[in-house]
């Protein structure tokens, strides 16, 4: 990476600190209450009425994981897998992945690429600055569980290990990065941030949708295969299950497909 893709980090992100800033502390702080949360429901032995309020097609529909779930553990990584967090980080993935576009739409590409700057650099400057934004998030959500469960949990209670905790957190990245490549692709491609943020939305909430028909309706799971959400599976490791490799792979390995056609469209386009 050389000084000036360096220059060009440091620009977007002073340009995004507030959202950043904002959006992580927001983060660490429902970490922090789902601590609480789980504290509370332990104290007043909570977690076996919830079990058997659960109606059986939920629990038959959810599995084995339904069980796990209702635990010290499982409220706890809840804030891993929520779907409104999962809707906040996959925002801000597309927010910072489609910046090109937006000094397009701005002309502020053509003030750059006056100075001796080549356009792969202005790619590579978005893939930095996605990887920090996505380490960042996951930083702070992870010390606000752990400052939970530091200060504020009883003794007794049965807390997420360090590896469940950073299996959440690597599957949870590697769905932000993945989403990050595709809408990069996008934003090398067209001139209007609001077009590309808007289709990567619209495709990113398709993808939800069909990924929960493939669990939850037999003739939709062979094609559910299709959504990178079918590889994200943070209710497995919560009971139990080892992190796997394969979907981890699969996601960076839509990201980087991302990448590498975001570096060939905006070499050649029409700035």
């Not at 340009?15 to 504290?39: C, E, H, P």
């Not at 360090?162 to 990069?184: D, E, F, I």
Request: glycine fraction near 8%.
């Amino acid at each position: 990476m050389t000084r000036r893709t360096i220059v060009l980090v440091g620009h977007s992100l002073v340009r995004m600190r507030s959202v950043l800033i904002g959006l992580g502390a927001v983060l660490a702080g429902f970490q922090l209450l789902l601590t609480q949360v789980a504290a509370y429901l332990t104290r007043q032995n909570a977690f076996g009425a919830l079990s058997a309020l659960m109606p059986d097609f939920v629990r038959n529909l959810a599995g084995p994981s339904a069980l796990a779930f209702m635990s010290f553990s499982g409220i706890v990584s809840l804030g891993y897998f929520h779907p409104i967090v999962l809707s906040a980080l996959i925002g801000l993935t597309i927010v910072v992945a489609t910046e090109p576009a937006a000094e397009v739409e701005m002309r502020f590409v053509d003030l750059t690429l006056a100075r001796p700057l080549n356009r792969a650099e202005i790619v590579t400057r978005t893939l930095v600055v996605l990887l920090i934004s996505t380490l960042a998030m996951l930083g702070t959500m992870f010390a606000g569980t752990w400052t939970g469960l530091t200060c504020c949990t009883p003794a007794d209670a049965e807390r997420p290990s360090l590896g469940l905790t950073l299996s959440l957190a690597m599957s949870l990245g590697s769905l932000m990065l993945c989403w990050g490549g595709v809408a990069l692709a996008f934003a090398s491609a067209v001139r209007r941030r609001a077009v590309a943020g808007a289709t990567v939305g619209v495709l990113a909430f398709a993808e939800y949708l069909l990924d929960y028909l493939g669990r939850a309706w037999e003739p939709a799971r062979g094609i559910s295969i299709v959504s990178p959400f079918h590889y994200f599976e943070p209710m497995t490791l919560v009971a139990g299950t080892a992190l796997s490799p394969t979907n981890v792979a699969v996601l960076i390995g839509v990201g980087l497909t991302g990448a590498a056609a975001a570096y060939v469209v905006f070499s050649r386009r029409d700035i």
